[in-house]
């Protein structure tokens, strides 16, 4: 399978969790507090190698899966509404969309609220400050307000990439150092 098509799928699968998930919390009132679990465990998939195999390898079955998901899960204190939803989809063999399924539930939630969602990538940890400062340009240039979520990876070296909806706005000193490398190969 190409890789467009992968990503299509998993973007497909992980909008219709996604979307299921948050009908389910808007009736229980929940919205917020499954957003945070789901932050938790997605800052759980991010903190552990392990954890991450566990979650894109096909050798695992969905019964290894699902009681190694159970176990975490308990562990962590993700409980009710998120952890039985982390247990139907280790079960489905839908965990390799659980990122993607973050994703669109923070999309839906900030319409919800109003507000449109933004993915940044930055160098290094933003202070509040910064995130502040940010978040009133974004709603300076959109007009509404914005909710962040910010990822670092230090290989892009400093600046900021910043996707809202279909736009992107790449700041970042890598991407400037490579459109000058290649300028100097055309010049020379």
Same mark, same amino acid.
């Given at each position: 399978?190409?890789?467009?098509?992968?990503?299509?799928?998993?973007?497909?699968?992980?909008?219709?969790?996604?979307?299921?998930?948050f009908d389910l919390a808007l009736e229980a009132g929940a919205v917020e507090s499954v957003g945070s679990? =789901?932050?938790?465990?997605?800052?759980?998939?991010?903190?552990?190698?392990? +954890?991450?195999? =566990?979650?894109?390898?096909?050798?695992?079955?969905?019964?290894?899966?699902?009681?190694?998901?159970?176990?975490?899960?308990?562990?962590?204190?993700?409980?009710? =509404?998120?952890?039985?939803?982390?247990?139907?989809?280790?079960?489905?063999?839908?965990?390799?969309?659980?990122?993607?399924?973050?994703?669109?539930?923070?999309?839906?939630?900030?319409?919800?609220?109003?507000?449109?969602?933004?993915?940044?990538?930055?160098?290094?940890?933003?202070?509040?400050?910064?995130?502040?400062?940010?978040?009133?340009?974004?709603?300076?240039?959109?007009?509404?307000?914005?909710?962040?979520?910010?990822?670092?990876?230090?290989?892009?070296?400093?600046?900021?990439?910043?996707?809202?909806?279909?736009?992107?706005?790449?700041?970042?000193?890598?991407?400037?150092?490579?459109? +000058?490398? =290649?300028? +100097?190969?055309?010049?020379?």
């Open positions: 399978m190409p890789v467009a098509d992968t990503s299509q799928l998993i973007s497909g699968v992980a909008e219709r969790y996604a979307s299921s998930l679990d =789901l932050d938790a465990f997605l800052r759980m998939i991010d903190d552990s190698a392990d +954890l991450k195999r =566990l979650i894109v390898s096909p050798v695992f079955s969905a019964d290894d899966q699902f009681k190694a998901i159970s176990a975490i899960i308990a562990k962590a204190g993700i409980s009710g =509404l998120v952890g039985n939803f982390l247990k139907v989809v280790a079960r489905n063999r839908r965990l390799f969309a659980v990122p993607g399924i973050v994703r669109s539930y923070r999309a839906t939630a900030a319409r919800h609220r109003g507000e449109i969602s933004a993915e940044v990538t930055s160098a290094h940890v933003l202070s509040a400050a910064q995130e502040t400062e940010l978040k009133a340009a974004l709603k300076s240039v959109t007009g509404k307000d914005v909710t962040v979520a910010v990822t670092v990876d230090p290989s892009i070296l400093g600046g900021l990439i910043v996707k809202v909806g279909s736009r992107q706005i790449d700041t970042s000193l890598r991407t400037k150092l490579s459109s +000058l490398k =290649l300028a +100097l190969k055309e010049v020379g």
